[in-house]
Structures are given as structure tokens and as C-alpha cells.
């Protein structure tokens, strides 16, 4: 069972930079293809994939958040950031980090941090 603990949640302002952190219980690259990053959600709106990264280093971002955001990962595999730039209104929501894991992709996730960006 993979636990993963958020951090860095808060309120900032439009055009700001902000950091968020996701630790796990344990490496989650014992298998490459595992991955782990960010999904946030919306009052009323689905969540979505925001940036995940494999063990092979290859990140994915959603195209709203491309050239603004940065996920990068520890070299141990116990945690995950996601750098954030030029933050703007419709980047608010709650983050939650996200693990899959093995070869069936075996889903964790954290509890969530609020980020609200307000102009």
C-alpha cells in the first residue's frame, strides 16, 4: 500500500509561482513504468491529469499547463514536485497526487491540497 502525503497548498496571486510536494511511503520507480504526479479538481468540473511522470523520465502535462508547470521528481523516487508559473484563476482546485503502480497500474492517491489563485 503506497501512502502519499501533499504539501504546499495555499492561496496565491495571478502571475505567481508556487511549489507543491508529494512524498511516498516508498520508491515508486521499482518499475519504470510506474508513474506519479498531479491531478487537481475544480468545484463542478471533473479532475484532470495535470503532469505525471514515469520512471523512464518522461513527463506528460495537460496542454493547459505546458510551458508554465515543471514536474520533477527525487533521485530515491519517494517524491514528486510540481513547479508552477504564471498561475492564473483556472489553475485553482484541489491537487492530488496520484501513484500507479505495477503492471496492472494499480492506483494511490493522496488526500489533496487547496490552491486557489485570486487576482
Known amino acids: 500500500q503506497v501512502q502519499l502525503v501533499e504539501s504546499g497548498g495555499g492561496q496565491v496571486q495571478v502571475g505567481d509561482s508556487h511549489r507543491l510536494s508529494c512524498v511516498a511511503s516508498e520508491n515508486i520507480f521499482t518499475y519504470a513504468r510506474n508513474t506519479i504526479g498531479w491531478y487537481r479538481q475544480a468545484p463542478g468540473k471533473q479532475r484532470e491529469l495535470v503532469a505525471i511522470i514515469s520512471g523512464l523520465g518522461d513527463p506528460t502535462y495537460a496542454d493547459s499547463v505546458k510551458g508554465r508547470f515543471t514536474i520533477f521528481r527525487n533521485p530515491a523516487g519517494t517524491a514528486v514536485y510540481l513547479r508552477m508559473n504564471r498561475l492564473q484563476p483556472e489553475d485553482s482546485g484541489v491537487y492530488v497526487c496520484?501513484?500507479?503502480?505495477?503492471?496492472?497500474?494499480?492506483?494511490?492517491w493522496g488526500q489533496g491540497v487547496q490552491v486557489t489563485v485570486s487576482s
Open positions: 496520484n501513484a500507479a503502480v505495477g503492471i496492472s497500474h494499480v492506483n494511490y
